[in-house]
Nanobody, 119 residues
Framework: QVRLQESGPGLVKPSQTLSLTCTVS??????????WSWIRQAPGKGLEWMAL???????YYSPRLVSRTQISRETSKNQFSLRMTSVTPEDTAVYYC???????????WGQGTQVTVSS
């Protein structure tokens, strides 16, 4: 059973940098065919895909967020992370990490972590 667990600060001040980490167990983030992603959901809005790191290390970003986000991974810890700069209150959301599986779907999700941007 693959499990993902997000961790990070619950509160970030405007203009600061948000850093989140996803710890994966029960699966290897370098396993061929899989990719690992960050997705968020702001209050009253739908899911927004943010970024993805593939098993080989290639990264992909939402065009809307590419200038402010960076996804990275630490294979020795089986973790991947998201860094978002210059946050605003509009970045307030529940942030999820998820696995993109070989069926072309996000098949495993973390429980989500609430991030609030406020002074």
């Amino acid at each position: 059973q693959v499990r993902l667990q997000e961790s990070g600060p619950g509160l970030v001040k405007p203009s600061q940098t948000l850093s989140l980490t996803c710890t994966v167990s029960g699966g290897d983030i370098t396993s061929t065919g899989y990719a690992w992603s960050w997705i968020r959901q702001a209050p009253g809005k739908g899911l927004e895909w943010m970024a993805l790191v593939a098993y080989g290390g290639d990264t992909y970003y939402s065009p809307r967020l590419v200038s402010r986000t960076q996804i990275s991974r630490e294979t020795s810890k089986n973790q991947f992370s998201l860094r978002m700069t210059s946050v605003t209150p509009e970045d307030t959301a529940v942030y999820y990490c998820a696995r993109y599986g070989t069926t072309g779907e996000f098949d495993y999700w973390g429980q989500g972590t609430q991030v609030t941007v406020s002074s």
